[in-house]
């Protein structure tokens, strides 16, 4: 049985810091790869980024480029996201969700093509 756990969520001040982690059992993250969505409440999820673990390329949403970084410990099986800089905005439920295909920058924000999720964790960004 595959299993994604993230943890590190939490309430953070604005232009503050937290680090994500997913954590995956049953599931190899070499050479698949492992993307971070968000859901805010009454928005859709949406894409915030993803990395390819045979090479470490990563993707990023324009809204969070410059802050976050996406990075990888396959020996681990799991996958970090630090946050930097948090925004108000940034406020939501962070999923991440593994899949056994490579991710291209036309695809990786496209939910059908993720086969496992985690629960979330919730990080919130006081102003």
């Known amino acids: 049985e595959v299993q994604l756990v993230e943890s590190g969520g939490g309430l953070v001040q604005a232009g503050g810091s937290l680090r994500l982690s997913c954590a995956a059992s049953?599931?190899?993250?070499?050479?698949?790869?492992i993307g971070w969505f968000r859901q805010a409440p009454g928005k859709e999820r949406e894409g915030v980024s993803c990395?390819?673990?045979?090479?470490?390329?990563?993707y990023y949403a324009d809204s969070v480029k410059g802050r976050f970084t996406i990075s990888s410990d396959n020996a681990k099986n799991t996958v970090y996201l630090q946050m930097n800089s948090l925004k108000p905005e940034d406020t939501a439920v962070y999923y991440c969700?593994?899949?056994?295909?490579?991710?291209?920058?036309?695809?990786?924000?496209?939910?059908?093509?993720?086969?496992?999720w985690g629960q979330g964790t919730q990080v919130t960004v006081s102003s």
């Open positions: 049953g599931f190899s993250f070499d050479g698949n790869a």
């Open positions: 969700a593994a899949t056994r295909v490579r991710m291209y920058g036309g695809t990786w924000k496209m939910h059908s093509l993720y086969d496992y």
């Open positions: 990395i390819n673990s045979s090479d470490g390329r990563a």
